[in-house]
Each structure stands twice: as C-alpha cells, then as structure tokens.
C-alpha cells in the first residue's frame, strides 16, 4: 500500500532544532505531485503549515506560518524535509505530511514532536 510516511520526531528542549522528512512507503513522488504538511497540537484542530509542488518546487504557506517554516524537497532522496530552527513549547504536537496526486489526498500516520521549556 503506497502511504506517505513522516520522521525525524522526537523530543527536544525549547530553542532546538528538527527537520522532518516524508517519503513515500511502497512509492515516490512524481510530476504534479503536491506535498502538504500539517501539525495537529494537543486539544486543537489541525492546520495547515504549507505545500510544495514535487516537479516545480512551488512553495506556499499559511499566512501564520510563513515566516517560521520553510518546507523543500530533495528531489534525489525523493523526500519533502520541513526543518523547524528554535523550537518552542507551543509548536509540541503531531506533524502529517500529505501526497495529494489527482485530486486524492493521501496522509501519513504523523510523527510527534514535544519540546519542553
């Protein structure tokens, strides 16, 4: 079964750095592919960190997260990384990636990321 598949989680301090990486488990990612990441903190509804076209690298966020994030792919590991520098305590919670091909959506079963002050 082809499924995104997230890691790099983990438990770190306040002011630590993370990247987490997605790939895809039993396939790739190719052409039109668009790649999603989400975090869903404890007690609060999931939200959209931002996007990236496989091919063209086309990067959007959300407006909340623009200027915290910075989401790329590597095109030869065939892995979308979101690196998180200076973590906080309020950015503890479960990070999704998605493959969205031809209007499907597929999720990741998500990776945990807590960081204590």
């Known amino acids: 079964q082809v499924q995104p598949a997230e890691s790099g989680g983990g438990v770190v301090q306040a002011g630590d750095s993370l990247t987490l990486s997605c790939s895809v488990s039993g396939g790739t990612f190719v052409g039109d592919d668009m790649v999603a990441w989400y975090r869903q903190a404890p007690g609060k509804e999931r939200e959209v960190i931002g996007t990236?076209?496989?091919?063209?690298?086309?990067?959007h966020y959300a407006d909340s997260m623009r200027s915290r994030f910075n989401i790329y792919r590597n095109y030869h590991e065939n892995r979308a990384r979101l690196p998180m520098n200076g973590l906080r305590p309020d950015g503890s919670a479960i990070y999704y990636c998605?493959?969205?091909?031809?209007?499907?959506?597929?999720w990741g079963p998500g990776t945990q990321v807590s960081v204590s002050s």
């Open positions: 998605t493959q969205q091909r031809c209007s499907v959506v597929y």
């Open positions: 990236i076209t496989w091919d063209a690298g086309s990067r």
